[in-house]
């Protein structure tokens, strides 16, 4: 049954009528007219009635105490949030000079209402602007940029709180620059690489914002902050209970507290609100004015919201009370995880629509590290291969109830064990002459196998963060930190795979940003930043990849072509999820496959399939096959090379093919459906890459031709306009100007450049801006390999991103990066760094030997 609130005072009008008489009896006898009509006696009716009134306002809780409850378990009133948009700086030429765009540069538009200040973004980093570039961007909040504001001297108390002179603080935006609260801390007392700045000539220890005291985390330098009222709160103390003692004698504070008269200082953005919601293009006035400089937003700027209201509150406060039988916030999600099942020593939990464009609005992804016995650790070390080994479906399964039971309505949660990247360290310590080589050599690694571990370690008692990156300073850190050890030179990070080798496509993921994919022999690679990292997301055993090719519409799906030694028909592997999990059973087809297109039918993704023996339309449909498509009713066996798809701005589909034994190009204006296909000629041409090229409302199909061999400089490229039914006038172009790469093996585009793979010129450029260019071929120290002096390697793959921004080109030697529109590359696919390894956020380093050597003193000098 429910509990009973009790009223703090019971009596009623009767009850203070009968207690009053009962005292005018005791205190005065003389008075011995009671009845209603005496005068005294209506008097009394009247303050009985008062009385009355004020008990039930009594037994109602007033609004007052119930506001300072809700104070009291830590419900506040939500800050005003900032809008955000990404800010495009641009000049109007490349300069001589490099130009650097500060932080924190302002932002505004060139009208605002009447009686009203108009709203001001500020940059969230600086920008710099190379010599060749002409525009840069970068992410702007509405704020106002608050710099080491003095709130006041420590007192050395716990409890102690400030406010800032300029509230709002706005709430947070993922920004660390949000909030920084420092406390003055001379430099003898920072410790080794503690958060610090520098304030007029003093040293400053950033401080970390917490909910509350009970659990500080990492280290107990922390504070709270009620953002809409500025007020910012260090710990207090108690007296504590002990196990078997009770409470404590003295008072502890629950964290730390800033010294006695020290500075404190915070930095913070303040404002926010509805009126930073602008449309595109409309923030275009430079308040730090820039000579040269333009700005605009190409997209709306939004996500900006008033403070909340007191009665929203009221409301919502008594909700939070019973977050803790629910899953609500990241931690939420990650103590029920590890509290539901042993098996889990970790777990993280992700929003998927912020890191993936295919993921659903809601939808949770929860990372786990499985628990991992210490007898199962040599020295320190976890490897993937026994992470691997005590992951188990059963452990799944509990965990994915669990949380499917305290979710929020209306959310997904899907539970998945964490991906692994591993990496080994290569270093020289020097150590004092008296120091045993062989003992520091050890506990170096000891040292570095806890530390790059996904599992806690008495070092790292969190375990290496999720999507952190590893820095040569890291490894400075862990050698220095051992007693006996001088100096640390020669470091460098090896990663245990990338595609530095025989790589024979390339693709640029359409929809999802700066995401690439690399098939290398039976290894599918993919880098989630623009080639800086590469991470194997599949192997195919026994196989080699021929193809990979993502869906230029669909958000996620993506398709890998394999091909078996010694076995005649290929196999298709399909993924929703950009390559993160795959279909149970891949698709086995008797014929060999050479090219694949994405199209739709009836709002089912569907893929056409090039291959010996004709044309084939594969659906995406639970169960669907292969079916084969009529191209030629002259010739119904037609094998085909390639194939490419292209949708108008009407949303007509045209699909064409490449005929294989020198048949020419097929062309179905109908969606490539059956018996829809024309010959467009190019018969006698040996074509083998096809691909349709975009120049506003106008679409062109390019035909790469394939050479001989031998000293054939082969026919470059051949273009035709896509224009339905209706043949353009001029037909087929030929762009052989200028060419001398013999094979062409691929095609991309970057604006209105076309760069091309080659079988001996490397990677060729074509300007279609200059009128009767030729194909220009780059300089042999482009930064391609070079197979020997003045011959390059042949470049098998070549890819562009759709924004034109890099070029990537694959071959034997790896991958090539471009971001001057193919005129010189870099290799990004190496696989030993001195600087950094990157690492995506869903994935977790493991450690592999590394190769320390330990000499003396006397030895290095």
Request: charged letters at 20%; one cysteine or more; glycine letters at 8%.
């Amino acid at each position: 049954m429910p509990i009973v609130s009790p009223n703090l005072d019971d009596r009623d009008f009767q009850q203070l009528l009968d207690e009053a008489r009962r005292q005018i009896v005791q205190a005065c006898p003389d008075w011995n007219d009671l009845s209603p009509s005496d005068p005294g006696m209506i008097l009394l009716e009247l303050f009985a009635h008062l009385t009355e009134t004020m008990i039930y306002r009594l037994n109602r809780l007033p609004q007052k105490v119930y506001i300072e409850l809700l104070r009291l378990i830590g419900v506040q009133l939500q800050p005003p949030a900032s809008a955000r948009t990404e800010l495009v700086f641009s000049r109007a030429k490349p300069g001589d000079t490099i130009l650097e765009i500060p932080r924190g540069t302002r932002v505004s538009v060139n009208r605002s209402g009447v009686g009203t200040e108009p709203p001001v973004f500020i940059t969230s980093q600086a920008v710099t602007l190379g010599a060749s570039q002409t525009e840069g961007r970068v992410l702007a909040f509405h704020a106002d940029q608050v710099e080491g504001e003095l709130m006041g001297l420590s007192t050395g108390v716990a409890g102690q709180s400030f406010t800032v002179k300029r509230p709002p603080i706005i709430a947070p935006t993922g920004d660390d620059l949000d909030l920084i609260v420092a406390v003055e801390t001379p430099v003898k007392e920072l410790g080794n690489r503690a958060p610090a700045i520098q304030f007029g000539g003093k040293s400053f220890r950033i401080w970390r914002e917490v909910t509350n005291f009970s659990y500080p985390g990492p280290d107990a330098f922390v504070f709270q902050v009620d953002r809409l009222a500025g007020t910012i709160v260090f710990a207090p103390a108690t007296r504590l209970n002990t196990p078997g003692a009770g409470l404590a004698d003295a008072p502890q504070a629950l964290a730390e507290i800033p010294p006695a008269n020290r500075e404190i200082r915070v930095t913070y953005r303040r404002g926010g609100g509805q009126e930073g919601n602008l449309p595109a293009n409309s923030l275009n006035v430079l308040k730090d004015a820039i000579a040269g400089v333009l700005v605009t937003n190409p997209r709306p700027a939004t996500g900006g919201r008033a403070a909340e209201t007191l009665e929203n509150a009221l409301v919502r406060g008594p909700q939070q009370l019973h977050s803790l039988e629910r899953a609500v916030t990241a931690r939420d999600f990650e103590l029920v995880a590890r509290n539901s099942s042993v098996a889990v020593a970790r777990a993280k939990a992700i929003t998927q629509a912020a890191l993936w464009r295919y993921a659903r609005p809601g939808t949770v992804g929860v990372l786990l590290v499985p628990y991992l016995p210490e007898t199962e650790k040599v020295n320190g070390q976890v490897t993937a291969e026994k992470l691997r080994d005590y992951e188990t479906n059963e452990a799944l399964v509990q965990i994915q109830q669990a949380l499917d039971e305290r979710r929020p309505l209306g959310t997904t949660c899907l539970v998945s064990w964490a991906h692994y990247k591993a990496v080994s360290v290569n270093a020289r310590v020097v150590v004092r002459r008296e120091e045993d080589p062989a003992a520091i050599r050890q506990r170096v690694i000891d040292r570095l196998n806890q530390t790059i571990s996904p599992l806690p370690s008495s070092l790292n008692p969190n375990g290496w963060p999720f999507g952190e990156t590893l820095r040569s300073s890291n490894v400075y850190d862990n050698a220095l930190a051992e007693p006996g050890v001088r100096w640390v030179d020669r470091v460098s990070l090896v990663v245990d795979e990338v595609p530095d080798k025989n790589v024979t496509t390339l693709s640029a993921d359409p929809v999802q940003p700066r995401t690439w994919y690399a098939g290398s022999g039976e290894l599918l690679f993919r880098s989630l930043n623009d080639g800086e990292g590469w991470e194997t997301t599949r192997r195919f055993p026994g196989e080699q990849i021929y193809l990979v090719k993502p869906d230029p519409d669909q958000a996620g799906l993506l398709a890998v072509l394999t091909n078996q030694s010694g076995q005649p028909g290929s196999r298709l592997y399909i993924s929703h999820d950009n390559g993160e999990t795959w279909d149970d059973i891949p698709i086995n087809t008797a014929f060999r496959i050479y090219d694949l297109g994405w199209a739709a039918r009836d709002t089912y993704p569907l893929l056409l399939l090039a291959a010996d023996g004709g044309l084939y339309e594969l659906s995406l449909k639970p169960g669907g096959t292969p079916v084969q498509l009529q191209v030629d009713d002259k010739n119904p066996n037609q094998g085909f090379y390639a194939v490419a798809v292209s949708t108008d701005v009407r949303g007509a589909v045209s699909v064409a093919v490449a005929a294989q034994k020198l048949g020419g190009i097929y062309l179905s204006s109908q969606g490539g459906r059956t018996r829809t296909f024309r010959l467009i000629n190019l018969q006698g041409e040996d074509i083998r890459e096809l691909a349709v090229m975009y120049n506003g409302p106008q679409a062109f199909l390019w035909a790469a031709a394939a050479a001989p061999g031998g000293d054939d400089p082969g026919h470059g490229c051949f273009r035709w306009q896509l224009r339905g039914d209706e043949d353009p006038p001029d037909g087929w172009q030929n762009f052989s100007k200028g060419w001398n790469g013999g094979t062409c093996y691929s095609i991309a585009f970057q604006n209105n450049r076309v760069l091309a793979s080659s079988h001996k010129s490397g990677v060729l450029r074509l300007d279609l801006n200059n009128t009767g260019a030729g194909w220009q071929t780059p300089d042999v120290r482009c930064g391609l390999p070079l197979r020997d002096q003045g011959r390059f390697h042949t470049v098998q793959t070549a890819a562009a991103d759709p924004q034109g921004r890099l070029l990537l080109a694959g071959g034997v030697e790896g991958v090539f990066a471009s971001d001057d529109n193919g005129i010189s590359y870099d290799f990004t696919s190496k696989r030993e760094f001195t600087d950094k390894v990157t690492l995506p956020e869903t994935w977790l380093f493991v450690s592999k030997e590394h190769n320390i050597t330990v000499v003396s003193e006397d030895e290095a000098n």
